[in-house]
């Protein structure tokens, strides 16, 4: 029987099904409620652990991007700030090389080829800190640029390119005018 009395406050009795009695006074979750409970739980933290995982892995990328990257500008910034042509009277130096790329008196021509193991200060003798395992190159080659030509050789294209540790390289160019 699915039935019971209750007094109502007004003093009116009322019929109030028994299985719904029963299920007010339960209380509590029932052990497969808990288990259940337990394992959904568990494969949301392992999903999120795994994404979590991937994520710091590869968190230091950036830094290493940016170290090539501030590298090359570097670099480049170098070569551009170089003499377009010969000044009169300058001693041949000749292809730029990791010990003369101080001491020697250069044109931006000159740098065309020049690599480098390791990332080292003006000097060229004081490898900076932490930059030893990238490479670097450059490369210097006559360029058209608006109404100058390649061939009048007025204009060059440097590119270089910086190799980080982990094998990745990053390429930047800019252009030198004999103005």
Same mark, same amino acid.
């Given at each position: 029987?699915?039935?019971?009395?209750?007094?109502?406050?007004?003093?009116?009795?009322?019929?109030?099904?028994?299985?719904?009695?029963?299920?007010?006074?339960?209380?509590?979750?029932?052990?497969?409620?808990?288990?259940?409970?337990?394992?959904?739980?568990?494969?949301?933290?392992?999903?999120?652990?795994?994404?979590m995982n991937v994520t710091?892995?590869?968190? $230091?990328?950036?830094? !290493?991007?940016?170290? @090539? /990257?501030?590298?090359?500008? #570097?670099?480049?910034?170098?070569?551009? %700030?170089?003499?377009?042509?010969?000044?009169?009277?300058?001693?041949v130096a000749g292809t730029?090389?990791?010990?003369?790329?101080?001491?020697?008196?250069?044109?931006?021509?000159?740098?065309?080829?020049?690599?480098?193991?390791?990332?080292?200060?003006?000097?060229?003798?004081?490898?900076?800190?932490?930059?030893?395992?990238?490479? $670097?190159?450059?490369? !210097?080659?006559?360029? @058209? /640029?608006?109404?100058?030509? #390649?061939?009048?050789?007025?204009?060059? %294209?440097?590119?270089?390119?910086?190799?980080?540790?982990?094998?990745?390289?990053?390429?930047?160019?800019?252009?030198?005018?004999?103005?």
């Amino acid at each position: 029987m699915c039935t019971r009395h209750r007094q109502h406050p007004q003093g009116v009795r009322r019929w109030v099904p028994r299985c719904y009695a029963a299920t007010l006074s339960q209380r509590g979750i029932s052990l497969i409620e808990l288990i259940m409970f337990i394992v959904i739980v568990s494969v949301a933290l392992a999903g999120i652990l795994l994404v979590m995982n991937v994520t710091t892995k590869n968190s $230091a990328d950036p830094l !290493v991007r940016k170290q @090539a /990257l501030a590298a090359a500008e #570097s670099l480049l910034e170098e070569v551009e %700030l170089q003499d377009f042509i010969r000044a009169s009277g300058a001693v041949v130096a000749g292809t730029v090389t990791q010990g003369t790329r101080a001491s020697a008196y250069h044109i931006v021509n000159e740098y065309n080829t020049f690599a480098t193991t390791g990332i080292y200060t003006v000097d060229g003798i004081t490898p900076i800190a932490g930059l030893g395992n990238y490479n $670097a190159n450059v490369t !210097v080659a006559n360029a @058209a /640029l608006g109404s100058i030509t #390649s061939g009048s050789g007025n204009a060059v %294209l440097i590119t270089v390119t910086v190799t980080d540790p982990q094998g990745n390289q990053i390429a930047i160019d800019g252009y030198r005018t004999a103005y």
